[in-house]
């Protein structure tokens, strides 16, 4: 059996497809393409796809990933694009690995998010940034399914910063934007949670919603700050094997 990881996008209006959407259009995308898959036992079969983390709906993301288990072996990068064309624009597989490591959840643990803030002056989100980054706890508040939870989303976030808009970009409002990243903890600290917090702390509140997409995900490194490629492992291991074969091919035929 084998096994592939992918990674894929949520852009534009496809953004607001939920992660059940996505789950129902990507096993059509299969069908489609008629990729052998490995199915579940039991009564009700279902193909063997893991899905990890995924952004919550309405957000934008260029680093979704999942996983397929193949009963026969195909070419990761001709699975990409036949996949990626079964797809609707905007649910883009822009890349494919063939799992060689073990734990790609495991390697996910934090994320790299960009919020955009129209009509918001840039002066005021880096005074609500400030406030927000000199905290020592910032509680928000969450509707769930048993009532209002209230929890501290301080501890969460790494970083916290401001950026400047691209000096390409034409600029008729005021727009901040802001770059975040947070750990995946219980309970998950959102783009949305810390928005809450910016309100709490400096009351910052947006006119219009921000629009949120996740830039990145996976390990999150102690030492430099910075977010891991999670399929980095898999790539280094396929190339490791790749100029094991053909040393081993020579040893043989000497």
Not at 6 to 31: N, P, V
Not at 131 to 155: H, I, M, S, Y
Not at 182 to 191: D, E, L, N
Request: glycine share 4%; hydrophobic share 40%.
């Amino acid at each position: 059996m084998q096994r592939i990881r992918l990674r894929y996008t949520k852009r534009g209006r496809l953004r607001f497809t939920s992660h059940r959407d996505f789950q129902r259009a990507f096993e059509r995308a299969l069908r489609r393409a008629e990729v052998p898959m490995a199915y579940s036992a039991g009564f009700t079969p279902h193909p063997k796809v893991s899905y990890a983390n995924a952004a919550p709906t309405g957000t934008g993301s260029e680093a979704e990933y999942l996983e397929i288990a193949l009963t026969e072996a195909r070419d990761p990068q001709a699975l990409r694009e036949l996949l990626d064309e079964s797809l609707p624009t905007g649910l883009d597989v822009i890349e494919a690995v063939e799992a060689r490591t073990t734990g790609l959840a495991d390697r996910l643990t934090a994320s790299v998010w960009e919020l955009r803030l129209p009509g918001v002056d840039p002066a005021d989100a880096d005074r609500a940034v400030a406030a927000f980054n000199g905290a020592d706890t910032v509680e928000v508040q969450r509707l769930t399914k048993n009532g209002v939870r209230t929890f501290d989303a301080r501890p969460a976030v790494v970083r916290l910063e401001t950026h400047l808009p691209p000096a390409d970009r034409p600029i008729d409002q005021p727009c901040a934007i802001l770059r975040l990243v947070v750990r995946h903890v219980t309970p998950a600290v959102r783009p949305d949670d810390v928005l809450s917090g910016l309100r709490a702390v400096a009351d910052l509140a947006p006119p219009v919603p921000a629009a949120v997409t996740r830039l990145a995900q996976g390990l999150f490194d102690e030492e430099t700050g910075a977010v891991t490629d999670p399929l980095a492992p898999d790539r280094e291991a396929a190339e490791a094997h790749s100029t094991a074969e053909p040393t081993a091919a020579a040893k043989a035929s000497a």
